[in-house]
């Protein structure tokens, strides 16, 4: 059997509160924009899977369901999921019953594939599907989309959850339609990005695990891509590190889980002041002002979580009888439950969602296009291999001449630094896949281990300054053993800058012979 080519249908989910299901199912938007009739039908599927859970494992959904008369065998692939947008391989073939039958998957490389993940092992059903869904064909900005209404129930053996989900299909034209149509329904109702699939949902009831924090995932470009090539690759990247981090930054069980959402947005708003000579200003400003207010969330907790971690509990850990202490402690675990709370707001604010879905809007249109013909913004066009010097070479000479005698430099001046080399490493990272044969390994390594030592003293800094705000909040219940405990601490910081300070000036050394790898170009 040949293999054939799958359907590759992009989607975006989108979560619907309970509140808004009324006004949505009557929302004038959408009436106005339906061709013919809506329909509503009753959906049940099962999604298999082996008892050791294999093909979740290689991000692979095997679903059956009945379709009037018909049993319906669907195989999803894992794709990429950006602002909610899901664009993944679909293969879907009739069945004689409700049981699924491997051989007949008509792709040769994905049958072979999965009966080698399954391994003669019995599939068995692990998730089910009970849903009632309201589907109806729209016309929007030049482009024919599919809406589906999904209300219902995902069932496991572990448990069940609700269902309250619209997803808007694109069936013909421009994926940022999808974007568009969300953004307008967007002003009446609480809409928000989903970035989990319905069986995953259910393999996480089932399984009983949360979201874990996640690192960026890799930039890959040819040799010859463009510098709009890196830069779809590169916000692409960005908004995903933001939403697989948001579910574990809003839990705030892990610290890692804001640490990863915070790079997250750090390494975007690199990227928009990496690209800003080619990027529309009317464009980039609004994201630059609502990505500084995300960030600024995410830096309240992120601070008391390094304080907490890296400076309060050792010092416990060498005094652990000390009740002075143990109250600041207690005061700053207070602290950052108020830091979170505050987190929690602004993720769940309509402020955040918003952004997620203009960033991919702005991606699936490649919006930056739309500005007039200018030098600048051709540059976008040219090989971004050719570019690289232009774009990392001013900022590395920069950055030697922020840090020349930076190992007796104020606190400020060190923290300019900081801030600078954070926005040269990233630019690095964005664009080292073009230069394939040279070594980047080295020139990032001693960067990044400068930008370490650089950001323990910033840590340092931080940690007196939430001291005092510390004392601060305890008021006048801070007596003598208090101040003494402070003082404690901010001996061991102090101890810390100077141990950090002595690293600086042998980092800096070794920076300073870092060959740029750009200069293969």
Request: charged share 30%; with cysteine; hydrophobic share 40%.
């Amino acid at each position: 059997m040949e293999p054939t080519p799958p359907n590759f249908e992009i989607e975006l989910k989108l979560e619907v509160p309970a509140e808004d299901l009324p006004r949505l199912q009557r929302h004038a938007r959408i009436r106005s924009l339906t061709q013919g009739r809506a329909t509503t039908r009753e959906l049940r599927s099962t999604y298999f899977d082996t008892a050791g859970l294999d093909l979740r494992r290689r991000g692979i959904a095997l679903r059956v369901r009945k379709v009037g008369r018909v049993w319906l065998q669907t195989v999803k692939t894992a794709g990429v999921v950006h602002a909610g947008l899901f664009e993944r391989a679909e293969h879907e073939v009739t069945l004689p019953s409700d049981r699924p039958d491997v051989t007949r998957i008509p792709d040769a490389e994905l049958r072979a594939a999965i009966e080698r993940e399954i391994g003669g092992r019995t599939l068995q059903p692990v998730v089910e599907t009970q849903l009632r869904r309201t589907q109806r064909r729209v016309r929007f900005a030049g482009s024919e989309l599919q809406l589906a209404l999904d209300v219902g129930e995902i069932r496991t053996r572990s448990g069940s959850a609700p269902v309250r989900e619209l997803e808007l299909e694109l069936v013909s034209g421009r994926s940022a339609a999808l974007f568009g149509l969300a953004l307008g329904l967007q002003a009446d109702l609480d809409l928000r990005p989903s970035i989990e699939s319905k069986v995953a949902r259910g393999y996480a009831l089932l399984t009983g695990e949360r979201p874990s924090p996640a690192m960026a995932p890799a930039i890959s470009l040819r040799p010859e891509a463009t510098l709009e090539d890196v830069l779809a690759a590169v916000v692409g990247t960005c908004v995903q590190q933001i939403q697989a981090n948001q579910v574990p930054a809003h839990d705030g069980i892990d610290p890692e889980g804001v640490h990863q959402m915070r790079v997250g947005v750090r390494r975007l708003r690199s990227a928009l002041s990496l690209f800003a000579p080619m990027l529309p200003l009317e464009q980039a400003e609004p994201f630059r002002q609502e990505l500084r207010w995300l960030a600024a969330e995410l830096g309240a907790a992120r601070d008391i979580d390094v304080f907490l971690e890296e400076t309060l509990e050792p010092l416990l850990r060498h005094r652990p009888d000390d009740p002075a202490l143990k109250r600041l402690r207690d005061e700053a675990l207070e602290l950052r439950a108020d830091a979170y709370r505050n987190l929690r707001a602004a993720l769940d604010s309509p402020r955040y969602p918003r952004l997620q879905l203009q960033l991919g809007g702005w991606l699936a249109a490649r919006a930056w296009r739309e500005q007039p013909l200018s030098a600048e913004g051709a540059i976008l066009f040219a090989p971004a291999r050719e570019q690289t010097a232009a774009l990392l070479g001013r900022r590395h000479r920069k950055a030697h001449e922020l840090g020349h005698d930076i190992a007796t430099g104020t606190v400020e001046e060190q923290h300019r630094l900081r801030v600078h080399l954070k926005k040269l490493r990233y630019g690095a990272e964005f664009l080292r896949s073009v230069h394939p044969r040279a070594d980047a390994r080295r020139y990032l390594r001693r960067l990044a281990r400068l930008q370490d030592v650089l950001g323990r003293l910033n840590d340092v800094a931080t940690a007196e300054r939430l001291l005092y705000q510390l004392l601060e909040r305890l008021g006048d219940e801070a007596g003598i053993a208090h101040h003494r405990a402070a003082g404690y601490v901010a001996g061991w910081t102090a101890r810390l800058a100077e141990s950090h300070g002595l690293r600086l000036a042998k980092r800096w050394k070794a920076f300073e012979k870092a060959e740029p790898f750009w200069e293969d170009a």
